[in-house]
Antibody
Framework: EVQLVESGGGLVQPGGSLRLSCAAS????????MTWVRQAPGKGLEWVSF???????YYEDSVKGRFTISRDNSKNTLYLQMNSLRPEDTAVYYC????????????????????WGPGTLVTVSS | SYELTQPPSVSVSPGQTASVPCSGH??????VSWYQQRPGQSPVLVIY???ERPSGIPERFSGSNSGNTATLTISGTQPVDEADYYC?????????FGGGTKLTVL
């Protein structure tokens, strides 16, 4: 069964760091595209980061330079290193497997997210 | 930056057809996916590539995309379909979500 489980969330002060983990089972993160999506309390979904076929990485503008997506093939785990955290980063963070990613002339044009993990809550507050 | 617009809420009576629209500039030039999120749960994919239904998703869920609007249609809506629904597309290698639509079945 394909499954994803996030961990590493918690309470952190503004300016602090956290590393989120997403443990995968039933498939290999090394040969799949993966993504992180967050949801602030009571708000909608917001895309955070994407790793294309285990290599090229992409970020939403507000996290560029602060967040880094990576993977450990030996642990079959995806990570999100979050630095310089801000109160507006407070959210439930979900990881998801990306199916059917399509690159046309160097631009990603398609990909759908399934399954999603249960999420891990990150709270940035003093 | 590219934007996807959804109405905050849609209401439907049980057994009737619900339509959830998602609008964006020349949206038909892009592929659209749809996600269902029940309260307290993670999102679930219900439609991808405009109109494809994943295995395990009931046939009453369908999708279309034309012009500037993509539409998620739920035929014979059931109380269990009450949830938030989000559309999603790609623009210049970034992912865009609509603001979400709360579907109320009453």
């Amino acid at each position: 069964e394909v499954q994803l489980v996030e961990s590493g969330g918690g309470l952190v002060q503004p300016g602090g760091s956290l590393r989120l983990s997403c443990a995968a089972s039933g498939f290999s993160v090394s040969t799949n595209s993966m993504t992180w999506v967050r949801q602030a309390p009571g708000k909608g979904l917001e895309w955070v980061s994407f790793m294309y076929n285990g290599a090229a990485t992409y970020y939403e503008d507000s996290v560029k330079g602060r967040f880094t997506i990576s993977r450990d093939n030996s642990k079959n785990t995806l990570y999100l290193q979050m630095n310089s955290l801000r109160p507006e980063d407070t959210a439930v963070y979900y990881c998801a497997r990306v199916h059917g990613p399509t690159m046309v002339w160097g631009v990603i044009t398609d990909g759908w997210f399934d399954p999603w993990g249960p999420g891990t809550l990150v709270t940035v507050s003093s | 930056s590219y934007e996807l617009t959804q109405p905050p809420s849609v209401s439907v009576s049980p057994g009737q057809t619900a339509s959830v629209p998602c609008s964006g500039h020349k949206l038909a030039d892009k592929f659209v996916s749809w996600y269902q999120q029940r309260p307290g749960q993670s999102p679930v994919l219900v439609i991808y590539q405009d109109s494809e239904r994943p295995s395990g998703i009931p046939e009453r869920f369908s999708g279309s995309n034309s012009g500037n609007t993509a539409t998620l249609t739920i035929s014979g809506t059931q109380p269990v379909d009450e949830a938030d629904y989000y559309c999603q597309a790609w623009d210049n290698s970034t992912v865009v979500f609509g603001g979400g639509t709360k579907l109320t079945v009453l």
